[in-house]
């Protein structure tokens, strides 16, 4: 099995920054993609942001352009994701994310969620 543990959760005030980290262990041998969803009771998870291995450019919400940045090394389990300019709609359970690519297949792995609150 591969784990993720996620850290850097909290509650700020709005225009405030977090950064969070995640790393993964375990069974890993070629892992794709790593990234960040976020989810509220009652929606949908959406995806934040994430990297690729190959890819040229980092994929990012609309929501989150030009406030969140992703950032990390694939090739060392590790993938951050720095928020600044902090909103209340930011507010969620972050989740961290890994693909990798195993016995003629991908396989997704999620790690168990931290909290972000946005609030005066």
């Known amino acids: 099995q591969v784990q993720l543990v996620e850290s850097g959760g909290g509650s700020v005030q709005p225009g405030g920054s977090l950064r969070l980290s995640c790393a993964a262990s375990?069974?890993?041998?070629?892992?794709?993609?790593m990234g960040w969803y976020r989810q509220v009771s009652g929606k949908q998870r959406e995806l934040v942001a994430s990297?690729?291995?190959?890819?040229?450019?980092?994929y990012y919400h609309d929501s989150v352009k030009g406030r969140f940045t992703i950032s990390g090394d694939i090739a060392k389990n590790t993938v951050y994701l720095q928020m600044n300019s902090l909103k209340p709609e930011d507010t969620a359970v972050y989740y961290c994310?890994?693909?990798?690519?195993?016995?003629?297949?991908?396989?997704?792995?999620w790690g168990q969620g931290t909290q972000v609150t946005v609030s005066s």
């Open positions: 994310n890994a693909d990798q690519y195993y016995g003629g297949g991908y396989h997704a792995y």
């Open positions: 990297l690729t291995t190959g890819a040229a450019t980092n």
């Open positions: 375990g069974s890993i041998f070629s892992i794709t993609t």
